[in-house]
Each structure stands twice: as C-alpha cells, then as structure tokens.
C-alpha cells in the first residue's frame, strides 16, 4: 500500500537525520519519536489548512493552566484512522505496535479532572469543527511520579521531555516578553496539533515555555556578572519548570502567581497581536474571540486585558470595559473553600503593581455599580474583590465575564442557591450550568476496541463515535442473553489484561473471576477512599470471624496521588497499603479478597482500568465533589456506580435508573440539617465500626512511627483547629455504604441480571459525552460556529 510506503520512507529519514541509525537499529523509545515524527509530517499541512478555513471567524480560546493530555499516538492515530495501517506496518517490520505505544511518557501537565477535562474538551471541539484552542504552560516537569516503598508514596520528578517530544512545534519567532516588577521573561510558544475525529479540523493546542530574555555574552562579564547572567537565566526558566502538585488547593506562592501571569499575559498579547495585524483596531475583539478561563488559575487575564486595552492601546476604560466582560467567561471547578484562590495584596504588589492598581479600579467600579442597583452599603464587603489584605480571585471572575457556569447540575444549584448566591442576586442572566463530559474516542474506541467493535457491530454504523446518544439504541438487547453473554465476555477480556499488567508492573497475582472493584482518582479527605478502607478491613474482619461469609470474591482497587505536603491524604496511602498486606498475606482470606493499590496512577493508566471495572467507586461527601468525570468513563465502560448523590452521580443515575446503580448515604439536604453530631459516640453504636476505625491507634498498623494514623483518628473523633469532628461524615456513611456493598454483592450473584446492569448503564451514557458539554459551551456562551 502505497501511504504505508510513504510513511517509512519518512520513518527512515527521520531515524537518519534525527539518531544516525536505520530503523532497524533504533531501540522502541526512539522508533516511536520517528514514527510520530513522520506523522506531523503529514499532519502539518492538514493542520495549516484547517487554520485557514476559521479566518475571520469568531474562535474560542481555553486558558488552562493545566492540559492533561496522557498519550499522543494512539488518540491521534485513531482520529486520523489510520491505526491499523501503521499496526500493520509496524508488524511488517516485525515490531510491535504495543511497544511503541508503550514508549510515549505522558504529558501529564495536569492534577485531575480539571486538567484532564481541558483535554477531553479539546477533542471533542476539533471532532465538532469548532475553533477551539488552548493556551497554558509548557511544564519542564509534569506532575510527579509516585512510587511505593515500604507503603508511603514516594515523589519523583517527570522529566517527560527528556527522550524528545515529537508533537510539538517551537515557535520561536512568535515569541512575546511578559513584563513582571522584577524583570521581563520570554515566553516562547509551542504548539501541538489536535486532530479531531476524521480529521477534518486540527486546532491548536499552544503552550509557553519560559526563556531568558537575552542570551548572554558570557565573554564580556567577569566572574560576578557572570554569576548573576546564570542566576537571571535560572530564574526565568524556572517560571515553566514544574507543575504544581496540590488538586483543589490554593497555595499562594510567588512562582505560582508568576505562572499564571506568564502564560496569561503571553496568550493575549498573543491574540491582541494578531487581531491588530488584521483588523487595525481592537474594538471589535469580542465578537472574535471567547476566552474561558478554567477556574480561576487564569483570572488575571481580566485585569491583564484592561490593562492591554487602555494602557497600549489607549481605549476609554467603560469601552475596554465593555470589550473584557464579553469576551471572557468564568468556569466555576470545586465549592472547596480551601481550593477558592485568594492572593495576598502584598505578593500582587510587589511582582504586579500595575495589575494591582487595576484591579483596585475594578473594584471601586463594581462598588459603584453594586450601589447604583440598590445594594445596601452595610452589604459591600460581601462582594469586595479586595478584602482583608487579599483579592478574591472568584469574585473578579464572576464581575468581569459574561458568564459563570458549575461543572454539573447540583453543582451549579449549590453555587446559585448558596455559595455564590448574592452575586446570582445581582446577575442572574450570568449563570449557568454546563455539566461535565468525557471524549468516547479515548475513554472508549481507544481504551476498549473490543467493546467498541460489538458495539458498531450490533448497531451496524459507528455512528456513535461523533454522536453518543446512539448507543440509546443497545438498548433494545437488554435482555438478550447472547448479546449479554458477548458482553460479559469482553468484560473478562479487559479484566484479563489488566490483571496482566498489574502483575508486570506492580509485580501483584490477581483473580480475574473476582469482582474488580476500582476507586481511582486523586487522594482527598472529601473523596473518601477512607470510607472504602474501612469498609474493607470490616469485611475483613467479618471473614475472619465466620470464614463461610457469604461472599463473591473481590479484588479493591485503588490508584491515586496525594498532593506532596497533604499530609493526611499521605497517611490514607500508607494506611490502605498497611490494609492490603494484612489482607493479602492471610492465607486464610485468599481467594476471598485482596487489595491493590496501583503506584503512579496517570491517563494511560487510567485507560487499562476503567474498561476492566466491575464497580465504578463514586463516594465522595455529598455536595463536595463539583461532578467528577471519572464516574462517566466508568459507566462508558459498562460498570455501575456505587455512589453518594453528589456531582454528575445524580445525573448518571438520572440516566440509568437507580434500580442499576447503588447509591448510599447523607444527601446534601441531610447534612445540612444534621445537628450535633458526635462521632466519637456515634462510632460505637455501629457494628464493626469501633474496631476498625481504633485500628489507627491500637497498634494493629505500623505508621513508622510518623504519627500519620493517630492525626487521622483524630481528625475523625477530636477534630482539629480547622474543623470539626468527621466533617467529611466518613463515619456516619459507614453504614449505608456498607449496606450498599452488600446490594452490590447480591446483584452480582445473578449473572444476567448484573451484565444487564452493566448494559443499562453504557446504553444510557450518551449524556456525558464531552460532545454535549462542548456543543453547549459553543451555542450559549462562546457562540462561535462550526467550520
Ligand atoms: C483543581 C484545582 C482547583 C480547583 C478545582 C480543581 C479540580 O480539578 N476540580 C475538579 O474539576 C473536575 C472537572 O470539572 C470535576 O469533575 C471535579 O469534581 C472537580 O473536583
């Protein structure tokens, strides 16, 4: 075939000008850079093209300071569809596709679900033909790699950039200088294609990387001056140089507002600069542009942009005015007040002071304007940006954009009916909900093909790659026992692989007829992997004490990251893991239950465990989780949800029917009405309970002395200067969900009767296709059109 001759005389160019070997010499790291390298070449020209047709048009823009791509060459090979072409070519040149795949490190420039979301939006806008492109940070390091040793989570960095990065573009001329009080630093952009499904539309996907201004003539400095050229060099890159590991909580360190200008500034100038070359005037940049911020990481675009408009470009301050609040619109990622950024006066001062000044302009403005609509002077300070020595990042966001919008529904109840509720009092036209998705090319076509293929099978199209509501129709073979039967098949197959990698890279056996019972996401208190923990070592306790237990052998699984100074999300590891060598070394419980926790969970990961799950783990306190995506990619995949009300949970069991999913536990309204709750008293009324949650303290579990499982009971019976007693109600959920697990467990004895479950949860996922969530962005905020 003639593309497939094509593709490796590029391959042999590259390995030739790029290693200085043939194909045939160059080890899988290097094979996969020059079959990725001769695939931008002919993406490239595509993607140029695709530029070209959105000219003058309306494009939207994601601010992001997170982009959790995962892996490149597969995603693009699916869009571009020509995977199995080069699966086969690689087989002709006796390689294995797998190995290749296996090469790529992550682009794991994100935390969790709000990083990860970014990407699954950019894919799903390039399958729609929608001009949507990002702009965040070119991280040096991504987020860090974890390891076990001895059961604590051990940090490492992820230099993910070191083998080559072969998507991406330097674009070295479109460089822009961003001004801080203490210098100016070159942001240097490189952009990677997004390919969406067909390939129709490539947009872009632009990331920073902070540079030196000026490279130095070494020669002309002595050793001093020397010295201090290294040091400014060091500091400027240093901007770019690593994630920052902390998922929904706020730091307020100096870098870190240094990266969020850096890539802020750089991106509008950026956009500034080319409406200016083409239109002569930035009086019409809104009806061109929509820029989303992603949370409120990139917020100082608001003031970044009044300062742009009337300090270079001399507009009057109410037309520039005008110009930001319809350009820019607001997501709203978690009601964690902990994750709600505010920054210190002083640290905006001394590194923006004239950003500071305009932000103080806006909010005299808004006083002014919160005045005039009748709002009482005794209620200003509720809506102050500047408040208490810092600014409110949250509320600039909802007074400079035309829109604020949650991630799901009950999440956007809580910010209209409760958190943001005075600011929904003065402008309720601004708020919106706009419930969370996933892409079905990676968390499906990719992560499943087995699935995938009898799905396009029994359908007979593949429709449902570019429009998941079809899958509506699989349900017609609810109750078709060889359809079930296929099904439950495939199941076993992913649950094989799995099980395979499992043991090459944790090193662990496990039983492939159990139930695979998987909680992944990052580790935090509100996520509960506390409550799935306890739950377990009862069990746990409970075949000990009656080896007949009537129960369904089950594998727990966890994968997670705790944030490096989290230190009580590091004790929730170290005591899991601390559960999972008891469990898995008594010989009297095995072939019953066991306990994995994977080390170093990531994207790729994450596509090997999701198609693999029997039970989809969404226990989160309700009311803290914003929406969760990882339940919609479990249900994608055909398992059901055991899961509080909180999040898009609700969403999904609207969809598939609470008779096909397990849900447990305090509702919203009931936490909210609970008083006096007294865990410590509570904790013994429970069967079980005392036991289990006493095993932090009674010696049954080695901390290394690190007093890590003593801070955790606390937290849960005394409390702590912060909080009060279980506010996370680990204990009072302890039952229900136990109750829960039990329903689990007696569904799963009948066969069919769970496969159809399984089957009524995929058919009834067409809702939570990034698709919709992207299409709706597109019509109600950005109105921006397809190509
Ligand atoms: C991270 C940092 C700061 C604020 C929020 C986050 C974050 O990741 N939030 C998560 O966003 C996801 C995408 O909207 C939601 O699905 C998660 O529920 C939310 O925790």
Known sequence: ?????????????????????????????????VLAKALMEEIVPQWLKSQEKFAGKKQAYYL???????????????????????????????????????????????NGGLGRLAACFLDSAATLDYPLHGYGIRYQYGIFKQKFIDGFQVEEGDNWLEYGEPWSIRKGLESVIVSFADGDVKAVPYDTPVIGYGQKTINTL???????????DFQAFNEQEYDLAVKAKNDAENISKVLYPNDSTDEGKLLRLKQQYFFVSASLQDLVRKHKAKYNTLENFHKLHAIQLNDTHPAVAIPEMMRILTKVEGLEWSKAWEIVVNTFAYTNHTLLAEALEQWSIKLYKKLLPEIYTIIEKIDGQLKKELLAKGVEAKELDKYAIIHNGNIKMAWLSIYGTKSTNGVAQLHTNLLINQELNHWYKIYPERFNNKTNGITQRRWLLQSNPELSNFITELLGSDAWITNLTELKKL????????????????????????????????????????????????????????????????????????????????TFIFGAKAAPGYFRAKGIIKFINEIAKLVNNDKEISGKIKVVFVQNYRVSYAEKLFPAADVSEQISTAGKEASGTGNMKFMLNGAPTIGTYDGANVEIVEEAGEENNFIFGLRVEDIAALKDYNPKEEYKKIKGLQRVVDSLVDGTFDDGKTGMFKELHDALLIGASWHKPDHYYVIKDFESYREAQQRVNDAYKDRLGWARKCWINLANSGKFSSDRTIDQYAKEIWEIEKA
């Open 64 to 110: 992001s300071a997170e982009f959790l791509m995962g892996r490149a060459l597969t995603n693009n090979l699916i869009n571009m569809q020509r995977k199995k072409e080069v699966e086969e070519l690689l087989a002709e040149l006796g390689v294995d596709y797998n190995q290749i795949e296996d090469a790529e490190e992550d682009a794991a420039l994100g």
């Open 206 to 216: 632009r990331l920073w990387q902070a540079e030196a201004v000026k490279e130095f």
């Open 475 to 554: 349900e017609k073979f609810a109750d078709d026992q060889s359809v079930l039967q296929r099904f439950m098949e495939i199941k076993k197959m992913k649950k094989e692989q799995l099980a395979a990698y499992i043991k090459r890279v944790e090193g662990i056996d496990i039983d492939t007829n159990s139930i695979f019972d998987i909680q992944i996401k990052r580790l935090h208190e509100y996520k509960r992997q506390l409550l799935k923990a306890f739950y377990i070592l009862d069990l746990y306790y409970r075949l000990k004490e009656n080896p007949d237990l009537d129960i369904i052998p089950r």
């Open 1 to 33: 075939m003639k593309n497939k001759e094509v593709l490796l005389e590029r391959m042999e160019r590259y390995a030739l000008t790029t290693f200085g070997k043939r194909v045939d010499d160059l080890n899988n790291n290097e094979k996969y850079v």
